[in-house]
């Protein structure tokens, strides 16, 4: 059996919803992609998705059913501001909070994958206890996350914490709970001067779902597929090596531009031959608003 990917779009690629969940889901579509990773970060807007009413959830999953098209996950780096690894009891009783409420929102929404921010205490000075009580927050998580039929998957961030796949890897081993995987990074591997294929292969088994970004020497965002220090022959080629198959999502960030839409169909072309190169499948998305994601498809070759 070969490897056989869908591809996904990160939700700061787009615009911004805005409250306007149908056009935004339609930009997803449009777009070409299978699946969109909803944000909840540091922003207020955005954290304040953790207080969704059941309601609103129930609006937000029929708005991307109704344009055919899912919500993959939730991004749940607000961890980088309420700090699960915090000196401060009070903070890390925060962050627990923010485990329990970012689980509920993707029960609520249908959505199975929490991806978790790799981050011990991002805004505090170091500390040598900072991972132990990473450790502590996300052990008292895990079973509310099982109870709720939620994976959780461990990110390998920028930064000095859990940095890299084998750093992810770590704490999963060390908890051996089937609840808890990685969801790596591979522009963060590139930008902290990690060999792709090598960190790949030690997250054998253990990887839910994979984002994929262009990076430079410290610059991990904002950088266009193709114009950084990725490479992305070695990825996808350990990838096919590995057989695996799942999901993949482009992360970008578009959400100022107009033309946020093009660009994203621009690069899911570029990343969809890269790995069809590698031997990857990509399974098309559905065909849902086809017509018109056609016309633009040959508007542009």
Known sequence: MSSAVTLGIYEKALRSPDGDWARFFA?????????????VDE?????????????????????????????????????????????DPRVRAQALDVYRKGIDLCH?????????????????????????????????ALPYAAQAG??????????????????????????????????????????HGGDETTELRAGVGKMLAIHIKDTRPGEPRRVPFGTGNVKWNNA????????WSGRIMLEMWNDDSPDSVTICADARQTVSGWLQEAGISVIPAPTHNSASRTRREQQRS
């Open 108 to 140: 609520n929404l249908g959505v199975s994958v929490c991806q978790v921010a790799g981050y011990f205490a991002y805004y505090e000075a170091p500390d040598p206890d900072a991972r132990r009580r990473y450790l502590d927050c996300l052990a008292a």
């Open 150 to 191: 939620v994976m959780l998957g461990i990110e390998n961030v920028d930064g000095h914490d859990i940095s890299s796949i084998p750093d992810a890897v770590e704490v999963v081993e060390h908890f051996n709970n089937p609840w808890l995987q990685t969801y790596p990074d591979i522009g963060n591997i590139a930008e």
């Open 43 to 87: 922003t207020p807007q955005r954290a304040a998705r953790l207080d969704w009413s059941e309601q609103t959830c129930r609006e937000v999953r029929n708005a991307a059913a109704d344009q055919g098209t899912l919500i993959g996950g939730i991004c749940l780096s607000l961890h980088r501001k309420v700090m699960p690894g915090s000196a």
């Open 236 to 243: 996808f080629a350990e990838l096919a090596r590995q057989k």
């Open 27 to 39: 930009d997803v579509t449009e777009a070409g992609f299978s699946f969109c990773d909803l944000s």
